[in-house]
């Protein structure tokens, strides 16, 4: 295929959708939070939650705090991208918000859990797929074993369940690793991917 | 398919070949004279030629200048991995220096001619191909008539070609324009493409 100078010279600049995943204690509220302060300019699409709000955490930036009822009427009305029922609370990427940000003209990242990207991937193949992750599985249980909000049992749970998720990597178009202590590093392999995802010459088509 | 969790907690580290191409007067030398000053670790691999040098290149960095004879040798014992006489001139890659800097795990990058990287992606299509250009075709031939250097005649050649050329642009992975003033963005966005296709989960097997 030859394509036209036109299409050469004005890089397609079409909207991105990352997919920002990875297990449970992985880190990725940690590298969102770093990438508002200082980094490039996405929209950051909140998940929707029923589950209880931890003491760190800020409604409408971690996560949007809604009543199980109020989420309910959201997947009635088909105004949810994804949603799943995790530990028994539910979750949720708002679709609307998600299709006006890329309307708007905006790179849009949105952070789900393993099970949510695999639904988003089969409905949006296109959007940029990134599994953060720990780099080994000992970190991971040891980093889960520290959450002392989480009960043991819920603990018990999650590392087994964590172990069950590496194995969907497949999904996933890139993979980084958020080392003890270099979350910086984990940021700026991120923002590369986003800036190179920038610079292909085939983008990707989004069909929201 | 499912990945291991093995090959998930061990990215896989292959080294890249990234080939560094566009018309002539995108800036190809600029931007690697400026990536090897403050850049990556990477293996800079020095494009062989028979044409005289400029007053401001050096032998060994900006090119291996030799001799034809000696070129002709290279030809024959098949170790170019690529060549072409562009302009009267041979331009080649040498393939030893290549496979021993991939094999010895290095992350290699090459400069060369839209000619050549055709040439690369046929023999190596899982190399990164990377297409330099100055932003507009205007600009670009700008660019060619401020090069003192060269003859009219040469110019006019060079700049009619530089049209076919961008019309090459659908064998490249990516496209990286290099703006009046702004080396260091386009740099920046190569080495920005580089640390992205590090964190690849699929890997490209490159086979020398």
Chains 1, 2 share one sequence.
């Not at 449970?24 to 770093?34: E, P, Q």
């Not at 609307?96 to 949510?116: F, M, N, P, S, Y």
């Not at 969907?168 to 590369?192: C, K, P, S, T, W």
């Amino acid at each position: 295929m030859s394509l036209s100078s036109e299409s050469l010279l004005s890089r397609p600049s079409k909207p991105l959708l990352i997919v920002l995943s990875g297990p449970s204690g992985a880190g990725k509220d940690a590298v969102l939070s770093r990438m508002r302060e200082t980094g490039l300019s996405l929209k950051y699409v909140t998940t929707m939650t029923t589950r209880h709000r931890r003491a760190s955490e800020r409604d409408g930036i971690d996560y949007r705090f809604v009543a199980t009822e109020r989420f309910q009427e959201l997947i009635k009305d088909n105004e949810l991208l994804e949603f799943a029922n995790v530990y028994g609370n539910w979750y949720g990427v708002p679709r609307k918000v998600v299709r006006e940000a890329l309307e708007e003209g905006w790179d849009t990242i949105v952070k789900v859990d393993i099970q949510g990207a695999a639904a988003i991937k089969k409905l949006i193949p296109e959007a940029v797929f990134i599994f953060l992750t720990p780099p080994t599985i000992e970190e991971l249980k040891e980093r889960l074993h520290q959450r002392k909000t989480e009960s043991a049992a819920d603990r018990a749970i999650r590392s087994k369940i964590a172990e069950e998720e590496i194995k969907q990597l497949a999904l996933f178009d890139y993979i980084v690793f958020n080392r003890q202590g270099e979350l910086d590093i984990a940021v700026e392999e991120i923002e590369a991917i986003i800036v190179a995802e920038k610079c292909r010459v085939k983008p990707r088509e989004i069909n929201l």
